[in-house]
């Protein structure tokens, strides 16, 4: 099968920076209802640099996405396996390789499906871990996986955060202290799990990588360097600073025993909650102004904080942003 049937690996022109990606969406070849020129359409629209394609039990065909892509647009390939005890994202995979989906917790088979992902370079992402549907829960552990999916968008989209998505959300937050101390933490990210027209790209996640690509891309998913905003509309700078030294999302901090400001800035969310989460739970909260534009400052030690992360929230609850940890050392 030629390479040239399946989208570029690499997006001309676009260097180091910022690339917002929806990494969990479904067409007409899967239970979509949009054609794979439509979710490309919507995510342009959407604002997205990245999209991966991720069908049920299956590789991307061949000859479908591969015009799609452009210099300024990345596909990667991938594959949503759905097993009886539970859904997980394969993300980079190979051109039509196809993971084996007929596995659950009793077999003990997942280990030897997410070493063929690795081996390929790519990523195994535990998806919306507690989806309410037959299936949906994720009962296998998450070693082994190397990011969960704590924001799953919803078949109606105008309602992008509920229950499932906080019960996910909490339990990643819960392990991050554990993780964070034995130094193997898994990265937080969200997708749209587009099926429907309206939600591509509710939520998505913004990343750094030192250039579109699906091994830079992936490479920022996998080490943390990245946030999850609802909206292209959103968007959040979030560092932590002792002396001359700064580290952004996903890095590590330095501290030498020094006090740590960390700030926060957040545009695109009128009135909102800006919280800040350590190894001790909720530290810290501020509100925005009606602009939706501002900044917060908040200082520890690492004596204090192993690590510190926020989220942003509209006055209503729902989660507007969140980020990965910064990690203080």
Same mark, same amino acid.
């Given at each position: /099968?030629s390479?040239?049937?399946?989208?570029p690996?690499r #997006?001309?022109?676009? +260097?180091a920076?910022w690339?917002?990606?929806d990494?969990?969406v479904h067409?007409v070849?899967?239970?979509?209802e949009? %054609?794979?020129?439509?979710l490309?359409?919507?995510?342009r629209?959407a604002?997205?640099?990245f999209i991966?394609?991720?069908e049920?039990n299956a590789a991307a065909?061949?000859d479908i &996405?591969a015009h799609?892509?452009a210099?300024?647009?990345?596909?990667?390939?991938?594959e949503?396996v759905?097993t009886r %005890?539970?859904?997980w994202?394969?993300?980079?995979?190979?051109p039509g390789?196809?993971?084996?989906?007929?596995h659950q917790?009793?077999? !003990?088979r =997942?280990? *030897?499906c997410?070493d063929?992902?690795? *081996? /390929?370079g790519?990523l195994?992402?535990a998806?919306?871990?507690?989806a309410?549907?037959?299936?949906?829960d994720? /009962?296998?552990?998450?070693?082994g996986?190397?990011?969960v999916e704590?924001? @799953?968008?919803? &078949?109606?989209?105008? *309602?992008?955060? @509920? #229950?499932? @998505?906080?019960?996910a959300?909490a339990e990643? +937050?819960?392990?991050?202290?554990a993780?964070?101390?034995?130094?193997?933490w898994r990265? #937080? /990210?969200?997708?749209?799990?587009?099926?429907?027209?309206?939600q591509?790209? %509710?939520?998505?996640?913004?990343?750094?990588?030192?250039e579109?690509s699906?091994?830079?891309?992936?490479?920022?998913? +996998?080490?943390g *360097?990245s946030w999850?905003a609802?909206?292209a509309?959103v968007?959040?700078?979030? %560092?932590?600073g002792t002396g001359d030294?700064?580290a952004?999302v996903g890095?590590q901090?330095a501290t030498?025993?020094?006090?740590?400001e960390?700030r926060?800035e957040?545009?695109g969310?009128p009135a909102?909650?800006?919280s800040? $989460?350590?190894d001790g !739970?909720k530290?810290?909260r501020?509100?925005l102004?009606?602009? !939706?534009?501002?900044?917060v400052r &908040? $200082?520890?030690?690492?004596?204090?904080?192993?690590?510190?992360r926020?989220e942003?929230? $509209?006055? $209503?609850?729902?989660?507007a942003?969140?980020?990965n940890?910064i990690?203080? =050392?």
């Amino acid at each position: /099968m030629s390479s040239s049937s399946f989208p570029p690996v690499r #997006a001309l022109g676009r +260097g180091a920076g910022w690339y917002r990606g929806d990494c969990h969406v479904h067409s007409v070849h899967s239970d979509g209802e949009l %054609t794979p020129e439509e979710l490309v359409l919507r995510a342009r629209t959407a604002g997205l640099d990245f999209i991966a394609t991720t069908e049920h039990n299956a590789a991307a065909a061949p000859d479908i &996405w591969a015009h799609l892509a452009a210099d300024d647009f990345l596909i990667v390939l991938g594959e949503e396996v759905t097993t009886r %005890t539970g859904h997980w994202l394969a993300l980079g995979t190979g051109p039509g390789h196809v993971v084996d989906w007929n596995h659950q917790v009793r077999d !003990g088979r =997942i280990d *030897r499906c997410l070493d063929q992902v690795h *081996r /390929m370079g790519g990523l195994c992402v535990a998806a919306h871990p507690h989806a309410p549907y037959p299936s949906g829960d994720f /009962m296998f552990s998450f070693r082994g996986f190397d990011v969960v999916e704590v924001w @799953n968008g919803l &078949w109606t989209s105008d *309602r992008p955060w @509920n #229950a499932d @998505n906080e019960a996910a959300l909490a339990e990643w +937050g819960r392990s991050l202290a554990a993780d964070v101390r034995t130094g193997s933490w898994r990265p #937080a /990210m969200g997708n749209s799990d587009t099926h429907l027209e309206g939600q591509m790209g %509710t939520p998505h996640t913004v990343v750094f990588s030192e250039e579109l690509s699906t091994r830079a891309i992936l490479a920022g998913i +996998g080490s943390g *360097r990245s946030w999850i905003a609802e909206s292209a509309e959103v968007d959040v700078s979030f %560092t932590a600073g002792t002396g001359d030294r700064v580290a952004g999302v996903g890095e590590q901090l330095a501290t030498h025993g020094g006090r740590v400001e960390v700030r926060a800035e957040v545009r695109g969310v009128p009135a909102a909650d800006i919280s800040f $989460h350590t190894d001790g !739970g909720k530290v810290h909260r501020a509100s925005l102004p009606g602009d !939706g534009a501002g900044a917060v400052r &908040w $200082h520890t030690t690492a004596e204090e904080s192993m690590f510190v992360r926020i989220e942003v929230r $509209h006055s $209503h609850g729902h989660i507007a942003a969140l980020t990965n940890p910064i990690i203080l =050392i």
